[in-house]
């Protein structure tokens, strides 16, 4: 009889248990992660950095990792720029609703905070283009393109154009090397 009812006992724990985890796992679930967010993954890693703008070159490093459950790429770069330590921070990520990718970007520059809600890759998926609202050298409002461009696993390229008047112009350049 003891016997019994610790049986007893025993299975209406593994039911409770199991019940409530089924629960947990449909409440705390995200929804699927979009295809369109698992392209940001062509960023993740460590990478060597040559920056090219206004005339001078300096090296910098880059760590880009997807965080928040696979919908966030989170971009950490460091170096130096015009004899000065550099620091930047962005996030990028998929926004289903419009079909486009949205980031932030912000740095040690004192320029204010760079946001883009329109980025799209190509359709081959090597190059990503967004634009972006800021300030051009002199403080003035100014539009920009973003492009970041992957010609193979181990290279990508970062470049800033400054869009006024119907004309493109190349203001800041990035090669990057990944590390092993």
Do not use: N
Not at 9 to 27: D, G, M
Not at 39 to 56: I, N, P
Not at 78 to 91: A, D, E, T, V
């Amino acid at each position: 009889m003891q016997l019994t009812f610790l049986f007893v006992v025993l299975i209406v724990a593994l039911l409770v248990l199991s019940a409530s985890s089924h629960t947990a796992k449909q409440e705390s679930g995200a929804p699927p992660l979009p295809a369109e967010a698992k392209r940001l993954e062509a960023w993740v890693g460590t990478w060597d950095a040559e920056v090219s703008m206004m005339g001078e070159t300096s090296q910098g490093s880059e760590t880009c990792r997807i965080e928040c459950g696979g919908h966030w790429l989170v971009t950490e770069h460091s170096g130096s720029f015009l004899g000065g330590p550099f620091q930047g921070r962005g996030l990028t990520g998929f926004d289903a609703a419009k079909g486009t990718y949205a980031g932030v970007w912000v740095d040690s520059s004192g320029s204010p905070m760079s946001l883009y809600t329109d980025g799209r890759f190509s359709a081959d998926g090597k190059t990503f283009s967004a634009e972006v609202e800021g300030l051009d050298p002199t403080g003035k409002p100014a539009r920009f393109e973003y492009r970041s461009s992957f010609p193979e696993a181990k290279k990508r390229t970062f470049e800033i154009f400054q869009l006024a008047g119907g004309k493109k112009e190349l203001v800041m350049s990035i090669r990057y090397s990944k590390r092993s």
